[in-house]
């Protein structure tokens, strides 16, 4: 099952222009993570936000989580050709937290 | 090692055939996680290991799925009888913490399984 629902599920832009990907979730959490996954290869873990916070930085990412929502979004700031890659949310599959599910995921195009 | 390793990268394998997926975590890692990838899919959770111990085998889609970690590192996924429909791409992720812990997701590079 995936409790996370990444909305757009493509997207195409251009080099520097900005990325926003919005993540839908079901049950109550404690933390949301998000990770990249470039083609053909595993995912890596790009920033988690705990639910007590509601915005944080990492570089050229930002992420914000609604609790009330139930959403989350990331932005990528001023794109690269290398971000071109898919992008999941992922939060606890349970209460204890052990294993992360994760939603179908946002394919972003940057194009040069 | 530096990162999780998972071997083969590809196998192809013949309907009824049975395949086993192995996977090395990081060094000291004590949480160990198996997941499927469908083309254009998500990964979906399969099973999950801290040490030795399976602690929860809940996304196993079927009996004709099996992952052991008997000594707490090395972890293989053995699936038994393979169909077309097991075709994806498996997972592997490893994690320092215990249950219960936030931490990141360590993933290796995958192990591709076609059934023809």
């Known amino acids: 099952s995936q409790q996370g629902e990444e909305d757009p599920q493509a997207l195409s832009i251009q080099e520097g222009e900005n990325a926003t990907m919005n993540c839908s979730y079901k049950?109550?959490?404690?933390?949301l993570q998000w990770y990249r996954q470039n083609s053909g290869r595993g995912l890596v873990h790009l920033i988690l936000?705990?639910?007590?916070?509601r915005e944080k930085h990492s570089g050229r990412l930002r992420v914000t989580l609604d609790t009330s929502k139930k959403s989350s979004s990331l932005l990528i700031t001023a794109s690269r050709a290398a971000d071109t890659a898919s992008y999941f949310c992922?939060?606890?599959?349970?209460?204890?937290?052990?294993?992360?599910?994760f939603g179908k995921g946002t394919t972003l195009s940057v194009s040069s | 090692g530096a990162g999780v390793s998972q071997s083969p990268r590809y196998k192809v394998a013949k309907r009824g055939q049975d395949v086993a997926l192995r996977c090395d975590p990081i060094s000291g890692h004590v949480s160990l996680f198996w997941y499927q990838q469908a083309l254009g899919q998500g990964p979906e959770f399969l099973t999950y290991?801290?040490?030795?111990?399976?602690?929860?085998k809940s996304g196993l889609p079927s009996d004709r799925f099996f992952a052991e970690r008997p000594e707490g590192s090395v972890s293989t996924l053995k699936i038994q009888r393979t169909q077309q429909e097991d075709s994806a791409v498996y997972l592997c992720?490893?994690?320092?913490?215990?249950?219960?812990?936030?931490?990141?997701?360590?993933f290796g590079e995958g192990s591709r399984l076609t059934v023809l």
């Open positions: 992720a490893s994690r320092p913490r215990r249950a219960g812990g936030t931490g990141e997701l360590f």
């Open positions: 290991f801290q040490n030795e111990a399976q602690l929860d």
């Open positions: 936000i705990r639910s007590n916070e």
């Open positions: 049950t109550s959490i404690n933390n």
């Open positions: 992922a939060t606890p599959l349970n209460q204890a937290g052990t294993a992360l599910i």
